[in-house]
């Protein structure tokens, strides 16, 4: 790729982006567009829509960056809890390390790679002509003593971002701290789930549990709640939801006061509707009996699932019962601290240490399969798309596809589209497949998934794309340690140009249409007609953390990889961490609300991805080094990753236990705190009710009253 | 190596056995020896040297091993411990395997490989001409379907050590459970140890403790002991020992009514040694003052460690306090369990958590690079014996070296015995790496000495020898992991002979002299002249885990490893197991004496290295079938190291936590029964002096009643 070209995309690009800004600041203040813009502001009732027009709503007004820039963390902090503020770190965290990064890459190493002539002299007359390669490390002459400025660039960005990682570290170990010490009394923190409780007979499982329980801590054990085998009520449930949904859209069609979306009055279906509403009510209504009978006979048989919520009168009794081993077999009471209450993932409770076991080995050999196995679909599927196989396939097209624009369209957008409509597939698999391990909190699914996507990207898009070649011949790379720095340091060079270009094109305009919400639109205008604008079940999206932690790190991966070897890659980086700092600012105030707080738990997966790229990066330096023919150097980096990696034990060391578990001290200053609290009597009265399942709960939809449940559970 | 050379061998060898057991079975009987052969009954009292002399002391009595055969595990219990009773399981577990193993062996496997033809044909009529090869694999024909029978007794003998592994695992944790639940209350049940306690200005260790435990648990929070910084008081007391050793021997040596050991009358020394004497005296008095001087200034000026032992009232208490994080700061306060009070490692208290941090990174990487490192200085002093060099370093042997005797004992033994030489070095070498680990217990650096050895001994024995060849070229081999399997299955096999031959000669013969303390009784012989017999700084010692555990876990794995490959090792390595049943069973009667007490916490070593050796096994036997043209079997050996490896996970959720720590369950179980307990008092009131630092302690050897050391105690 030549300057030219790089140029030419990147005046494309960064017009689409502008295009999608303008676009994003005139759509977002419609008010049709508002559940796709600002859902959050309209669930809170703070916007509502205005119905009349002025021009206003036409003009592109950026006030809204303004307005994002000058969000305080503090206003972050209660509008998006400590989570939010964690995502932003990783943002800013990110910019930091890339602007130190970048100074150092453009203004020393890019004149350095420039002055060399391994590739070809730099031409400063025909400036879009000099090929991209002129910029990368390759253009430095083998043996050159202009590499120890690289040498020293590495290990100066080393130890800055070791340093600025120790210092966010610190930081956020204390915010979650401190938000702990700020926090009101919360169910979760008195609760823990006991699991794998053992059955004996002429007992019920709540039986059992309380005896345990309140044999062993008689002074702080509260009461607790047996979790039941409620999955078939759940899948009526959602049968009942999706039928009141229905019956709401037919509804609204027939009612005047409201804006008609639909073909109602044209076709003169309206009658035709009647009919089909009253059929679905009638529906709804025996599907709700049937929940209220299967609810009753859940409660009254004791399908009880083999755990329990053991509520505690205090923070500490809790956290002891969690940390300490209960039985004297290992394999049964297994205990940990409860998840928040909506926080908890209730479809996967019945299951025992053995199966729970084998869930988790399933499902980690199914993501490594699927990691590594990814491709090949891809590879098929794409072979497909030349053109021969394509007149193959459909004759028919044979005319279209011999004009040159179409053929060129195809052969060179069409593999590249299928393997970003394959890459959409994979967070949710990966999410799927989490969901399915035995996590027992939404929130510990979204961290497995963002773990796992993150290392499929890192797989898939570093070393796939790196070592082009069968899966097979990847694996045997890996099984060769010794041979990987040589073969990264051969093959991560060569693919700077790669990257450039890839992320000025489809990074950039998938990334910013993506940030600009443009197909959460497009998917909301098909959706238009088939909803009612008064459709409640439309919930607020809460932040997909694991679509979009993962590349924030996989960008930031990037840059700390190829800030030495091609360090024009990061002024692209850099802008696109700004587009994305703004947006998310203003996507959390007005798009997305946290449905649970983790309290930044997803930052040590932040941690040590970085310390995975730096360790990446000192590899491919070893290599490269070797490769230039400046063995000393090569040897000069060895002890870099060696430190790093003792860095990271250190900060496991310091930091870590912080994230995992709550200190005896504070634990105990918080329960002395409440000691003289009146109000905690009532919070204790309150523990039963706040982990009951929902599917137990009555059903809200139908307009009947549920006399027969409830005189059914007060008999239970 | 042929058949009559190893019977030759074997014959030598057995002879020298029963030459030892001859030996050993007068020598025990005489009062003299009794240090050696008895010293655990004489310090109890059981056993009084007799004076008179009766014939019966000269014949060999076999009577000995009828009574170890007899001893019941109860008595073994009572005699050893938990830790003597599972030490025991080790060499009863690997005899139930080579029984197992030895009758497929022998009877199936073994006449397989005489029936191939591949090294040569197996020659019924010449038996004793027979290579040793034609008893291994390699003797089978290349893809014959023979080798099928070592498929199938490599899933059948995997299957029953797994089997094995799983009961005796259950059997010893439940004998781990009944142990402590017949416990009576003991001082590290109800004690934490508390290190990297801040230091606050104006306030000592004592009180920051004391403030820091009563505050977080002001209704279980007992006591606590400071430690103090000893070490130059240590060294003193150790000088003081030697002298009061001295001065007991010069003692007894002038003492008409003690047996004459000495030359004391016929060289007419006695005056001049009791001037010496004297002189001893003072200077040990001297000593001790000074001790005392230096213990009064510890107690007086509080030369505190930043560690301390609390104690709490209850053993579950004691449990909370040292398995939950204490302080924000996770590198503060850390906690852990006590040790037992004797078991206590003084020397290294006073480090901070960065100091015992680095000394553990610094053993860590010492270690690997002494166990990798090993073979250079050995190789380079075998390579001086040999003959040209020995004649240019030493010109006058020329012609002692001309014999052909001596020649050969020189080339053939001098190489393995500077070898046998350097391998004694490794157990004392790995045992003072542990102690500078920053471990608090002597059980623990045992523990972890004893990994060392083991992983030392498999790397040194199996790959070192099995790859002959440089460091480097080793390295390189495990640095490509893929080619491990075929590498191994090329060199493993060859190694077979030699390995019979070791496990014959030089195994046979070391072993027996070690397990009938041939080598104890030569250094006692040696040492008598200059002990005097009435010596009470003879400690009775412990079992030497770290050199006895990775020995019999090496011959474990060899067995494993072997018994398809080349089953005629099995036999001698159950006559080796047998024989050390017998003995130790014995050398714990009447030798070993346990200084503390881990409730069989090495099983978990034992139990990891059996499924190592397994994993080994199965990676030999997917090379040998490949090797062997047969790679259906090659293939269809690969899910046995999975499964295997499955069978561990497994094993270690479901047994290596009882291992850790005790369960709430049986915590709070035995706090309730001591409930009503009136000697509660008593123990609580004792804790206090159980953790006692030694060196403080009233020293005991000088005359003087140290009126001074009591006067400043009482005051400080």
Redesign the interface.
Known sequence: MIVSALLTSLGINTALCVLFFILYSILRKQPSNYEVYVPRLLAKGTSRRQSHFNMERLIPSPGWVGKAWRLSEEELLSLSGLDGVVFMCIITFSLKIFTFAGIIGILVILPVNCWGSNQQDFDITNFANNSLDVFTISNVDNGSNWLWVHFSAIYLVTGFICLLLFYEYRYISSRR?SFFYSSKPQPHQFTILARSTPTYPGCSISDSVENFFKD?YPSIYLSHVVVHRTSKIRTLLNESKQLYKRITRLQSDSDPTLPQHNCCGIFGLCGRKSNLRERYEKKLEDIEENVRLKQSKVLLAGEEARAAFVFFKTRFGA???S?????????LWNTELAPEPHDVYWPFFSES?MQR?ISK?VVVAASILFTILFLIPVVFVQGLTNLSQLEVLFPFLTTILTIKFVSQVITGYLPSLILQLFLKLVPPVMEFLSSIQGHISHSSIELSATKKVLWFTIWNVIFATVFSGSVLSML?IL????GIPSKLAAAVPAQASFFIAYVVTTGWTSVSSELFRIIPLIFSLIRRPFTSPSDEFEEVPSIPYHRDVPRILFFGLLGIIYFFLAPLILPFLLAYLCLAYIVFRNQFMNVYAPKYETAGKCWPIVHNSMIFSMVLMHIIAVGIFALKRLPLASTLVVPLPILTL?FNE?CR??????FV?Y????L?KKDREDENDATMTLFYDGLVNAYKDPALLPTQYSSNSGDLRSALISEA
């Open positions: 701290i062993l956290a002891t019962a940390s300490l081993q209960q039985s004297i077999n290992p394999t240490f076991w080995l045997s099984l060769d340690p010794k003792l250190y060391k310091r930091f870590l236990p912080i578990a200190s005896a001290e504070s105990i």
